[in-house]
Every structure is written in C-alpha cells, then in structure tokens.
C-alpha cells in the first residue's frame, strides 16, 4: 500500500531521492498489476452514453448500435448497398408480386436457447413496422404476415406489389428491423422491451450494465455466421474477441489520453480539433468508416408565419453557402463534402438538382430579391441554436448571419438540445412557444432515399415530420418512388422529389461531413459501416 | 445534548419536504420532454403521447407529486424512465466513487492543510507564510481541469505512473484502487488545501493574539503545546465547518473532476439526468445531496457543541 498522506512532492538530498525511487517503483509495480490488459476484452468509447436498450422504441443511435450487436436482421446491405440475405437462407415471390415466402437459415437460435421461428420475425416486423418511417409505409401493402407452413419460414402477403420489400428488411439505420422473441416483439411498440434477448452475434451482459458508466456484450458462443466475409452490414458476423465494453468518457481529452495510453481500444467520435494529435500517432489508426458520413440540415417550420410562404423558405436556403457551414462546423476540407444531394451524395440517387445556390454559394441576390417579391415584414425569425452539442452548435450561427445579410430579422434563441427535441414537436404560434428553424444531422443511411428521409415527407401536420410542409404531390411521388420497380425509375423520382422539395423550400442539406473513428493498431478487421460493428475485429 | 440534537433533527424535516416540493416543481417547468427523448426522430404525436401515459407523464402534477412522495415514504425512488433500471440502484452504483474521492480528499487535505495553516499563522508575515498564502492563493486560482490535464501529462502520459481516467473499487484491492483514485484526489485536494489552509491560518491569527494564549506562553508551555492544545483547539469551530462543507460539495457533486478523470460518481449522474430531462433521477439525486447537506450540517452542528461547551448552554 503506498501511504498518500506522507507522501512529500519535494523531497530533498538521498533520503529523498530514494524514497522517489521507491515511490515510483512501487507505482510502476501497481500499474503493471492493474494495467493487465485482457486480449480478448476490446474496449470502445462511443459517441454517447446508452440510454434506451430497445432500438425499436427510439431512433437513438446507440440504442441502433446496442441492437446491431444482440439481435440480428433478416438481410443487410453490403458495401455497394446491395441488400444481401442474412438470417434468410432464400426467398420466393410468387408471379403476381403479392407472396413473399422466406426461409429462415438453419442455426438461428435466440440466446435463451429457443429456436427463431416465423412467428418471432412476423411479430417484430410487426413491431418495427409501427414506428419506423419506411416501416410503415411497407405496412400499407401488406396485407398479413405469419409463420408459414414450416416453423422457419414466414409468408408476407401484400395487397399491391411494392418494390422494397427487401430494402426494407434490409434497412441499415434507425430504426433496424432487427428480430426478436415473438413474446418480446409483442410489447407495445411505445414500451420498451423488458428483456434483451437476441439472435446476434453478442449476448447482453445485463449485471454488468452501468448506465452513463459501461455497457458490456460477451460473445455468444452459439451464433453461426454466415459463410461471406462481412461487408458493411452484411456477411458473415464472426466475433473474434471474447467482451465489447462500451465505457462511458464525457470528456474527449480524457477518451484521446486513455487511447493513446492504451487504456482502450477505439474511439468512435473523436472530434475533428484532436484528430492531427491521433494522426500523429504511430500506434494508432484514424479511418472514415461510414462513407456516406453525416448530413446536416436546416429545417425551416411551415406552420408558422412568414415560413408558411414559400418564398421565405427559399430565400433562408438561398442566402446559404455550404462552404461557409463545413468551414465552421468541420474546418478540415478533407472531412467534408458540399453536397446538395438530399439522398446524399455517394448513393445510387443522388443529385444535384435544386442545390446550385447552396453548393456555388451564389444565393444571396436571388435570396434578397425573393424575400422583397414575398413582402417580408421584418418578423423576427425564431432560430433554435442548442448549445450543447459540439456537431450542433455551429450551423445556427452561420444559417443566422447569412440570412441576416439577406434582411431577415433572426432571433436565435440558445437552449439545450433536449428543449429542443421538447419544443420542436411544437406546432404553436411563435407567441405560444412555436419555432421557425433548427438545424439537425443526419446518418447517411437514415436519409439516402425518400422513403427513409422525413424531411422530404409532405402530410401536413397529420403525420408529416417536424416542420410539416403539406404538399400532396411530394407524397404522391414517393408512393410512386415505393412501388418502382427499377433502378432508373427511383432514380426519376427521387430527383423529381428533391426538386419539388427545393422548390418548396421545406428543407436543404447544408453540407456532408464525416467523422472518422480511432483505434488501436492492435485491432484488425475494423469494419467499413452504416454503425460501428464489433464482428470481424481481432485483438493482438 | 439529545434535545438538541432531536430539535435539529425534527427541523432537517421541513426542509426536506420543501426541497422535495422544489425539485418536483421546477423540473416540469423546466422545457424538454423525456418522451421526446425517448421517442426520437419519427415518433408521430400519437406515439409520443402513448410513451408520455406508459411514464406517468400524462398525470396532473398533483397526482404526479403525490405518487412521487408516496412511494418515497415507502423507500421507492422510482425507475430511470430512460434506462428502466431502479433509481436507487443507479446511485448505488456511483457513490462509491464519489465517498471514496471525498474521503481521500478530505483527509490528505487535512492532513496537510492545518499544519501548514498553523505553522503559517506562527511565522506570520516570514517566508513561510508568505509560500504558504503563494500556494494558497494558486490553489483557489488554478481551474481544476488545468491541474486534471497537468497531472495526467505529468504522471499518467510522460511518467506512466498512474492510470489517465477509471475507477476501482476497494473490493478490488487497496494497491488498484490507491492507483485510480491518487490523481483525481492530488487534484481535488489543491483546492482544499488552499481553502483549509487559509482558513485555519486566519483563525490562528486571531487566537495567538489573546490573553489565555499568552498566559499559557507565560507559564512556560513548549510552543508546540500552544499552538496545538490551546490555539488550534479554540479555532477548530470555523475548520470544522470548512471541513464539513467541503465534504458535502464532493459528494454533491465535482463534475469536471469526474469528467476529466472519467470517474462514475453522482456529480455525472445528475449532469447525465439533467441533460435527458430523466426525473425520476434528478428528483432523487438533488434529494440525496439535500440529506447529505443536511446530515452534515448536523454533524458540525454537534462538533461545535462537543468542541465549546458554551454552544451547549446558549
């Protein structure tokens, strides 16, 4: 035991250097014992603390994350964002396009022991089908899902044929329909699950679990992988250490020390400000996993005067450069891309159509003219700025003075992003707490069609996404964009969709970043993802 | 002396209510929806009010508060309504942490404060002094995250002596759990040191300068039975209430200094809470922090009665 109490910072003479001698002796001593590092026990700082362990009741990304690794999917996308089978061995559709029967793989077991069977992937379709966006639109079409004859089968009856049935299962981001025990799906979709119990490749260590602290995930020893090598999401999920642990670190110079030191493994987020100090070390690998990265928004309310005209929608976008957002937000132009592509660019749909002012940053006189053609008042803009999140922060103020330059009048209002979260679900006047902008990001993954991205919904205030901008036509096209049946013509579409959605102003990406992840060079196999994956990586 | 105590204690009661009746109401006029949380990004306002009923959150206020204090009565603190898990069992989890980095810190911090903090009023206006009031006033100056990140630069980074950031228990072993809690304490107790030191400096000064001092001089007692018998004893009443203070806002909560050394303590739970809107936590973490406060303020209250008898008779 080292006795802190006597120990002196400034001995003297040789009485005083041996007792640092000793003193450091007997530190290096402890370090050595406590330091032991277990080689099979990989150990990740996320972006974020896990909160909710049911990624079907929240679009969280952790909780997306915390899905990937105990419950697993009925087909992924690989790298070319192909949809590949992964718990289904095959699949049939009968001539009319209406039955869909699917073989379960043989080996699927939940880790209580119990065999996946239809009813278990029927009832959490069910589920995800109730609160995912592309969800339920594939529940418009079906018209019954059950266990087929054989208990690993399961039958998808439409009522018109729809074209993403598989993209749909295959969906990459939030929310997963990820699958589960039928008595677990069977909770109300506004409920979270009482249990964690998957079919994936890790088990949930629920003792271990420390909210704000520690998440842990032991391998589960009876999972078969599938014979592919992994590729994004899909592929074979081989597990090659023993224990993920998540560890909780609020601080980033904390998390960049600890992975310098050792102390773990990877880093999922460090930010952009800390990463020439990462790429400067030898030990350490700096690499985008997410090559679709992020996309960040500004969306304006079309509920609230003078944002319910159109005009003024499109004169805020107008007024708006790209490079002048990223150089605020990133910095770094090899971490960031203008893109206008509202399906994001690197996808088989995107485009440029519509996004000349953004991307050229030429907007401002069409911005100026606009809002003169509209008869803005000079009504102060109620922007939400939250202050609180690094990724978040930036935007507004730049969004602010941009349209400032183009003669708005902008109050941005700081606030924390959970009041935002509480206050953009406001559909009130601006008097009564209403809005009439925020800025958020977006995975890729999350807004790479037009089934996926809310912000291209038009419903209206019935159903439609925060900002609710009602305008019909953008629903009929995205119905069309759900029953295409080529390639070619959702790529139609959805241009046809973004420039509608330009036109109307109702919402514009204003630049693609990416953040890269950090780690350890004694990992290998670190997979290129929609999510960080903890499959496929080794641990020397 | 027991009425006393028992009159201090029936008051603690009132205050308790008040800060619970606090607590519950500023939180539900604080903006932010733990539904919304909860709910993410696609959630329609059916859904939303769907998870707000499954929360309680639908319920007058009345009926909220009234449930809330009823459970407390009978030792239910509720359920995260993020994470599910109990309340109770949340602040067990981290208060391990949070006592263990107090009592070192308090202690290492004692131990090394009133010395210096006599020795300073002793040699009052000499170099020593002068070091020790230098030290002090770095103390108080230097933000506690600079003398965090300069500690593990110095003995985690170049020197490999200590862990960057974590926490072991003591079950785990006194070595490991020495080894995790040195830096943040070494941190923690700059601050303290200087906070102790200064005040027991100045209560010296004020004692030396008595008559019962300088008798005690007169009749012939060694200095050091002076300054320790007769001086420092008088002045214990204003250490012992920095102490207890002192005490109580590491419990309460040092959130930068859990942050920077990635330590799970009840300062981050409560940041962690507050930022999720997660009531049930905040409602009792503030609660617990109010007991402690009071707990404490008891504690110094009876030293005060113990350490001067005239306490007892006012």
Request: with cysteine; glycine share 8%.
């Amino acid at each position: 035991m080292t006795d802190m109490t006597t120990f002196d910072p400034a001995p003297r003479g040789l009485r005083g250097l041996l007792r640092t001698t000793l003193f450091g002796a007997t530190l290096a001593g402890l370090a050595m014992a406590t330091g032991a590092v277990d080689a099979q026990t990989l150990r990740a700082v996320k972006h974020s603390d896990l909160r909710v362990l049911d990624p079907i009741l929240t679009t969280a990304y952790m909780s997306r994350n915390h899905g990937y690794m105990i419950f697993d999917t009925l087909y992924a996308l690989d790298a070319d964002f192909v949809p590949q089978p992964q718990m289904v061995e095959s699949h049939e559709v009968s001539d009319d396009g209406l039955t869909y029967t699917f073989t379960l793989r043989g080996g699927l077991k939940f880790h209580d022991g119990a065999d996946v069977t239809g009813e278990d992937v029927a009832a959490s379709i069910k589920r995800w089908g109730e609160r995912d966006g592309m969800g339920q639109v594939l529940m418009d079409f079906v018209e019954s899902m059950a266990q087929g004859d054989a208990p690993n089968t399961f039958v998808i009856q439409l009522k018109e044929p729809y074209g993403l049935v598989i993209d749909s299962l295959a969906k990459p981001s939030s929310n997963v329909p990820f699958i589960m025990p039928k008595r677990l799906a069977e909770t109300p979709s506004t409920e979270a699950i009482p249990e964690q119990i998957g079919s994936g490749p890790f088990k949930w260590v629920a003792d271990e679990y420390q909210p704000g602290v520690i998440a842990v995930y032991e391998k589960n020893e009876d999972y078969v992988p599938r014979d592919e090598p992994a590729s994004f999401a899909a592929g074979g999920k081989v597990v090659k250490v023993d224990r993920v642990e998540w560890v909780v670190m609020p601080d980033d110079q904390t998390a960049l020390n600890a992975l310098q030191a050792g102390e773990i493994d990877y880093w999922e987020s460090p930010p952009s400000d800390l990463l020439p100090i990462l790429d400067a070390n030898p030990d350490v690998t700096v690499r985008n996993l997410n090559a679709l990265g992020y996309q960040t928004i500004m969306r304006p309310n079309a509920l609230n005067a003078p944002m319910d005209d159109a005009r003024i929608r499109k004169a805020a976008i107008a007024s708006v450069r790209q490079q002048d957002v990223l150089d605020a937000l990133v910095g770094n132009p090899d971490l960031y891309n203008l893109c206008g592509a509202m399906f994001v660019c690197g996808t088989p749909l995107a485009s440029d159509a519509g996004s000349e002012t953004l991307v050229e940053g030429n907007g401002m006189d069409q911005a100026k003219a606009l809002l003169k053609e509209a008869g803005y008042d000079g009504t102060p803009i109620v922007i939400m700025h939250p202050t609180d999140v690094g990724t978040l922060r930036t935007q507004p103020v730049v969004v602010a003075q941009a349209m400032r330059d183009a003669g708005f009048t902008v109050d941005l209002q700081a606030m924390d992003w959970q009041t935002l979260v509480g206050r953009r679900a406001s559909q009130a006047p601006i008097a009564e707490g209403g809005w009439h902008m925020f800025m958020t990001n977006w995975v890729g993954a999350d807004v790479f069609n037009p089934l996926v991205n809310n912000m291209v919904n038009g419903k209206g205030p019935e159903g439609g996404w925060f900002g609710w901008p009602d305008i019909p036509k953008i629903e009929e096209l995205r119905i069309a964009y759900a029953t295409a049946t080529s390639l070619d013509e959702q790529k139609k579409l959805a241009e046809e969709i973004q420039k509608l959605a330009y036109e109307e102003g109702i919402y514009a990406p204003i630049g693609q970043y990416f953040v890269p992840s950090a780690w350890s060079n004694s990992l290998d196999g670190v997979l290129d993802a929609p999510a960080p994956l903890f499959w496929n990586i080794s641990k020397n | 002396m027991v009425f006393y105590i028992l009159k201090r204690v029936l008051a603690a009661i009132p205050v308790m209510g008040f800060v619970a009746l606090f607590v519950f109401l500023l939180l539900r006029l604080t903006p932010g929806d733990p539904a919304a949380i909860i709910a993410g990004d696609t959630a329609t306002p059916e859904q939303l009010d769907a998870i707000r009923t499954s929360l309680g959150l639908n319920e007058p206020l009345l009926v909220q508060f009234v449930t809330w204090i009823g459970d407390l009565l009978r030792g239910d603190f509720g359920t995260s309504v993020l994470s599910g898990k109990p309340v109770l069992d949340l602040i067990a989890d981290r208060m391990e942490p949070t006592i263990s980095l107090a009592l070192t810190t308090i202690i290492l911090s004692v131990v090394i404060a009133v010395p210096l903090g006599v020795i300073a009023a002793w040699k009052q206006g000499t170099l020593i002094d002068r070091f020790v009031m230098l030290l002090s006033v770095l103390g108080f100056s230097i933000p506690v995250f600079v003398i965090g990140y300069l500690m593990i630069s110095l003995f985690a980074m170049q020197l490999g002596w200590f862990p960057v950031q974590g926490f072991k228990s003591i079950g785990d072993g006194l070595g490991p759990f020495l080894h995790r809690i040195a830096l943040p304490t070494f941190t923690l107790t700059l601050l303290y040191i200087a906070l102790i030191a200064r005040i027991t400096r100045t209560s010296m000064l004020e004692i030396l300068g008595d008559d019962y001092v300088r008798t005690a001089r007169a009749k012939g007692l060694p200095e050091h039975k002076v300054l320790m018998r007769h001086a420092l004893r008088n002045c214990s009443v204003p250490i012992i209430t920095v102490i207890g203070i002192g005490f109580a806002l590491i419990i309460s909560g040092v959130v930068v200094t859990e942050s920077v050394f990635n330590l799970p303590g009840l300062g981050r739970l409560t940041v962690d809470a507050v930022l999720s809107r997660d009531y049930p936590v905040i409602q009792a973490v503030i609660l617990l922090a109010s007991l402690i406060y009071v707990v404490i303020n008891l504690l110094i209250d009876i030293a005060y009665v113990l350490l001067d008898p005239r306490i007892r008779y006012a």
